[in-house]
């Protein structure tokens, strides 16, 4: 992969500076001018094409979800724990009734909305990394219906904005096909499938922040008909004041629309702490664009303002409680919490330059060729997010919207209101793969506008050029760019479902799980189970959630190792102990015969054969995955 990104690198460089040549060199004089009313395409690209993508999409979301990746994160694990004795006994695992905000390790890493969602589907279908990985998945397909839908309706909209006649070749690259290669990057791009793939809180934002943007679009659509005659009010006399006051009022659909969006923007927040900075930034943004182009009054600003703190009010005041050092507001019904520590993710003191430079290179890393330093979770080596080093054709889209920005286009304005504060905020935190889940939504955009302006220079060289030679290298010229891509994610999709197991074994402890849910079987109350820390990140929390613990039981067992810690990490609960004793080798046969159980990596059996003492027939030993579990027989 390595060598096919070179590869790749140098051919967009020259096709895209072969498109910028033809771009210059193009008479777009010559072109037929019509209006986009007198447009009709083939349903084949209208329906088929974006439906086959779709379903390409879904596939690659749901396809053996259980088992790859196979295994369970502990993240994982603590949004389903959270979920299931949310569910079930309606308080957290630190006794909080239906919080606000569930602490989990202490400090967060868990937002709230994805736990309540999984509580609603674990109550109705039960505890399982079926349910678990479902919503993401779900979503993560949902997503790319949202995302075509939108491009689609800002393309149309940009249009209906637009006073000058247009070309059909235009049109075509701007409302037929923009959707369609956002859909397909997104459908295909590593970030967005393995997103798709894995529970964490932050992998449900795109859903909700596509859907409230297309609901505010939708709005403004709404608004702008119901007002259209305002357009021609030079055509009433200034003693026509009630025709033009009810031209310019709200129109009620519309202000429905803006209030079901604020509603989703205020959910946005509790998806993920980003959001809580980047979104009420976008949407001031949002509201400047659609009241100047009357697309929203002042009384659905209002409303939607009005909306959007009730609903984020809760959450609001969890800061505030927590910023000031306020007391836990407890309450019958739900619970305010505190966290036990702070953890403050952003950039300060004398090296806050460097810190927002070196940002800045995460940034353009995990854009590009991706970051080495991320987690398996998130990328695989050799496969940038992207994929196929596309960033210079980003780069050129970004370009673009910044020229189309200078002219008013309402797509490019609507984008920017969410990348500005998504790439401000990255600056200013420690940032990651996880932390841009923002920013990858007007990043796709760009790339895709790069891929329409390159096609589109070859298919006006392929139409004009009377040389033949010309015309087939035009062809060929059009369509390296977008194969690149899908080799690049035929490629991806064939390593993720090989490979990727084996590659995150450490990070999803494939069978960990099972061992801990069958140790806790066969293990008496009065016995302790052993865990390795061999091959295993936070185990207490695995074992919890395979094992249904009650929270009244692990409330009143759990000990921390550090209970201030940014992230709490227990050392035990009930009657698991997380690390081996210290005399294990020596001691191990011991320790079984006293009727206690341990919990081991693969790697540990020959430690297990060497102990003195050791005969497997007094033994009994039961492989997990890549754990095995080892007890007296009875």
């Not at 310019?248 to 519309?254: I, V």
Request: proline share 5%; hydrophobic share 45%.
């Amino acid at each position: 992969m390595l060598t096919l990104n070179a590869v790749s690198l140098i051919i967009y460089f020259g096709i895209i500076a072969l498109a910028l040549y033809l771009y210059s060199k193009n008479d777009r004089g010559s072109f037929s001018q019509i209006n986009l009313s007198n447009v009709t395409f083939n349903k084949i690209y209208t329906f088929f094409l974006p439906a086959a993508l779709i379903i390409i999409g879904t596939a690659l979301r749901i396809y053996k979800l259980t088992q790859i990746p196979l295994g369970l994160h502990q993240d994982e694990a603590s949004i389903g724990y959270e979920a299931y004795i949310l569910s079930v006994f309606g308080i957290d695992r630190d006794g909080n009734r239906y919080p606000v905000y569930p602490i989990t390790y202490g400090s967060g890493g868990g937002s709230p909305l994805m736990i309540y969602i999984n509580a609603i589907t674990t109550f109705l279908f039960g505890s399982s990394p079926v349910t678990l990985r479902a919503l993401p998945a779900v979503l993560g397909a949902a997503t790319l219906i949202i995302s075509f839908f939108l491009i689609k309706k800002l393309s149309s909209e940009s249009f209906s904005d637009s006073s000058e006649r247009l070309t059909l070749q235009y049109i075509s690259g701007e409302y037929l096909w923009l959707p369609i290669v956002y859909l397909c990057i997104i459908s295909l791009s590593p970030w967005h499938i393995m997103l798709s793939r894995w529970s964490l809180d932050s992998n449900t934002a795109p859903f909700f922040v596509l859907t409230a943007l297309f609901l505010f679009v939708l709005g403004g659509k709404a608004q702008k008909e119901a007002t259209s005659f305002e357009n021609i009010g030079t055509l009433f006399k200034r003693k026509d004041r009630k025709k033009r006051q009810s031209l310019s009022a709200s129109d009620t659909q519309a202000t429905l629309l803006f209030a079901f969006s604020a509603l989703f923007y205020s959910l946005t927040l509790y998806s993920y702490g980003a959001a809580t900075i980047i979104i009420p930034v976008h949407l001031v943004i949002m509201c400047v664009i659609f009241t100047k182009r009357h697309r929203m009054t002042r009384l659905q600003v209002t409303t939607g303002v009005v909306v959007f703190l009730i609903f984020s009010s809760p959450l609001l005041i969890f800061y505030v409680v927590n910023a000031l050092n306020l007391p836990q507001i407890t309450t019958p019904l739900f619970t305010i919490t505190k966290f036990t520590a702070k953890r403050s993710i952003f950039v300060s003191g004398s090296g806050m330059l460097l810190s927002v430079l070196q940002n800045l290179l995460v940034i353009i890393k995990n854009l590009s060729i991706g970051s080495s330093a991320e987690q398996i979770l998130n990328y695989i080596p050799g496969f940038p997010p992207l994929l196929a080093f596309t960033f210079p054709v980003t780069l050129l889209g970004m370009f673009l919207s910044i020229l189309r920005l200078r002219n008013g286009e309402f797509i490019d304005q609507v984008i920017a209101s969410l990348f500005i504060p998504s790439f401000i905020f990255g600056l200013f935190v420690e940032e990651d793969i996880t932390r841009m889940v923002m920013i990858f939504i007007p990043v796709i955009y760009y790339l895709a506008r790069g891929y329409i302006f390159i096609v589109n220079e070859f298919v006006t060289l392929e139409k004009n050029t009377p040389n033949k030679f010309i015309h087939y290298l035009a062809i060929f010229g059009k369509a390296i760019a977008p194969a690149v891509f899908l080799i690049s994610a035929i490629l991806f999709s064939r390593t993720y479902f090989t490979d990727f197991n084996r590659l995150s074994r450490d990070a999803y402890m494939p069978g960990y799980g099972e061992a801990c849910a069958y140790a806790d079987n066969i293990t008496k109350d009065d016995s302790i189970i052993y865990s390795t820390y061999e091959h295993v990140s936070a185990p207490f929390m695995i074992a919890l959630y395979y094992t249904k613990t009650s929270p009244t039981d692990f409330i009143k067992t759990v000990h921390y190792k550090d209970p201030t810690a940014e992230f709490r990490i227990a050392d035990s609960f009930t009657n698991f102990r997380f690390g081996l004793p210290e005399d294990f080798a020596e001691n191990v046969v011991s320790y079984l015969d006293e009727g206690n159980t341990f919990i081991l990596h693969k790697t540990q059996a020959d430690t297990i054969k060497n102990a003195p003492g050791y005969d497997p027939e007094a033994l009994s030993i039961n492989y997990f995955g890549d754990f095995f579990v080892i007890s007296k027989r009875p």
